[in-house]
C-alpha cells in the first residue's frame, strides 16, 4: 500500500495544492490578545459536510487544455465566497488597530513548503491581502505587480 501511496504522491498536479487561513488573531508583546477573526465565507473543517474544495481558490485555475501554472491578467483576487460582505455567523471579522501585528493560522498541504519542478523562482510564497470592502471584478495582477511594498512591510511582520 505504501508505494502506491508514494506513486500517487509523485505525480499529482499542482492543482491538488492548497492553503487557506483558518483563524486571524492580534499579537501584542508575544501575548495574543482580542478574540478570534476568520475571513470572510470561512466555513470551519469542524462543521457537517466540509470537504476541501469549499474553501479552495486554486490560482491559476486548473485547467486541463491550457495547464498553465502562472497568473494571468484575468485571474480575480477574490475566491467566489468572498466576493461579497459575508462572514460566518460563529466566526466574526478580526478587530484590530492600524498597525497591529497579526497572527495568520493557515492550512497548507504543501505547496508552500514543497518544491514542484516547473515553477518560477519565487513560487509558493504566500501573500495576504486584507481589504474592508471586497470588489467582486477585482484582477490579482493589480496587486502582483506591486507586491514589492507588501513585502516589504511583511518582511517586518507588521500590516
Known amino acids: 500500500?505504501?508505494?502506491?501511496?508514494?506513486?500517487?504522491?509523485?505525480?499529482?498536479?499542482?492543482?491538488?495544492?492548497?492553503?487557506?487561513?483558518?483563524?486571524?488573531?492580534?499579537i501584542t508583546n508575544g501575548i495574543f490578545t482580542g478574540g478570534n477573526g476568520c475571513s470572510r465565507g470561512y466555513i470551519a473543517r469542524t462543521d457537517p459536510g466540509f470537504h476541501d474544495p469549499m474553501m479552495q481558490y486554486l490560482l491559476p485555475p486548473p485547467d486541463p487544455i491550457?495547464?498553465?501554472?502562472?497568473?494571468?491578467?484575468?485571474?480575480?483576487?477574490?475566491a467566489p465566497t468572498q466576493r461579497t460582505r459575508n462572514q460566518t455567523t460563529n466566526c466574526p471579522?478580526?478587530?484590530?488597530?492600524?498597525?497591529s501585528y497579526i497572527v495568520i493560522e493557515y492550512l497548507e498541504n504543501g505547496h508552500v513548503t514543497l518544491l514542484l519542478l516547473g515553477k518560477?523562482?519565487?513560487?509558493?510564497?504566500?501573500?495576504?491581502?486584507?481589504?474592508?470592502?471586497?470588489?467582486?471584478?477585482?484582477?490579482?495582477?493589480?496587486?502582483?505587480?506591486?507586491?514589492?511594498?507588501?513585502?516589504?512591510?511583511?518582511?517586518?511582520?507588521?500590516?
Not at 491550457?66 to 477574490?78: E, F, G, P, Q, V
Not at 510564497?125 to 490579482?140: C, Q, R
Open 120 to 159: 518560477p523562482p519565487g513560487a509558493g510564497i504566500m501573500y495576504v491581502f486584507g481589504m474592508v470592502l471586497p470588489d467582486k471584478k477585482e484582477i490579482l495582477n493589480r496587486y502582483y505587480s506591486e507586491l514589492w511594498i507588501v513585502r516589504e512591510v511583511t518582511e517586518e511582520g507588521n500590516f
Open 1 to 26: 500500500m505504501h508505494w502506491l501511496f508514494i506513486l500517487l504522491a509523485t505525480f499529482l498536479d499542482q492543482s491538488f495544492s492548497h492553503s487557506w487561513n483558518e483563524q486571524l488573531t492580534v
Open 66 to 78: 491550457t495547464n498553465r501554472k502562472r497568473i494571468n491578467s484575468t485571474d480575480l483576487l477574490y
Open 93 to 99: 471579522r478580526l478587530q484590530a488597530s492600524p498597525g
